[in-house]
């Protein structure tokens, strides 16, 4: 039997238009090849074989459009340092793969928010590195004793994956 035509999905969640026709022979018997020519059969019998097209010959092709949804899984996430100091940096991280690549994430949009107490601290920075989001804030001198609340969200092409923290700071 002639196998069907493969239809695969385009990576990063992008769609694809086509058309797809199909068509199958089985139980068709050839005798042995000549041994000088391994791959070209000599005598083909067509007796018992079944023949079949999707769509029928004359009738055109299916369209098609095929659909890969991505997603974005984290397979870390951690804060830096431990415990977190006042009066000095504090990042957190978050690592993650997207499934069109099953690989590190490439490109995509940090979001960054964090309060200590009741009050919003502004983030120094952030990047995306080998698959890993970072947030970097300035933890107030005067905020020993009290917690440092925030997310890190990444956004790979509109799927969207957050981490919560909730750390003391000493």
């Known amino acids: 039997m002639t196998p069907p035509t493969p239809v695969l999905a385009p990576p990063n969640g992008s769609t694809a238009d086509g058309w797809l026709w199909v068509s199958a022979l089985s ?3 050839t005798s042995p090849a000549k041994p000088t020519i391994p791959a070209l059969p000599t005598n083909a019998d067509f007796t018992n074989a079944h023949q079949d097209s999707a769509p029928d010959p004359g009738h055109g092709f299916y369209n098609y459009k095929v659909i890969q949804k991505l997603t974005v899984s984290v397979v870390a996430f951690t804060t830096s340092p431990k415990p977190a100091k006042s ?7 978050l690592a993650a793969n997207e499934s069109d690549t099953s690989g590190p994430v490439k490109a995509g949009t940090i979001a960054c928010n964090a309060t200590v107490g009741l009050k919003h601290i ?11 989001a970072v947030c970097l804030w300035h933890l107030p001198p ?19 994956v957050t981490r919560n923290f909730a750390v003391k700071i000493t």
């Open 27 to 29: 139980a068709y018997v």
């Open 87 to 93: 009066g000095k940096n504090f990042s957190a991280g």
């Open 122 to 132: 502004t983030q120094l920075g952030k990047s995306l590195k080998n698959g890993i």
């Open 142 to 160: 005067t905020s020993k004793g009290k917690t440092i609340r925030g997310t890190v969200t990444l956004t790979v092409q509109g799927v969207k």
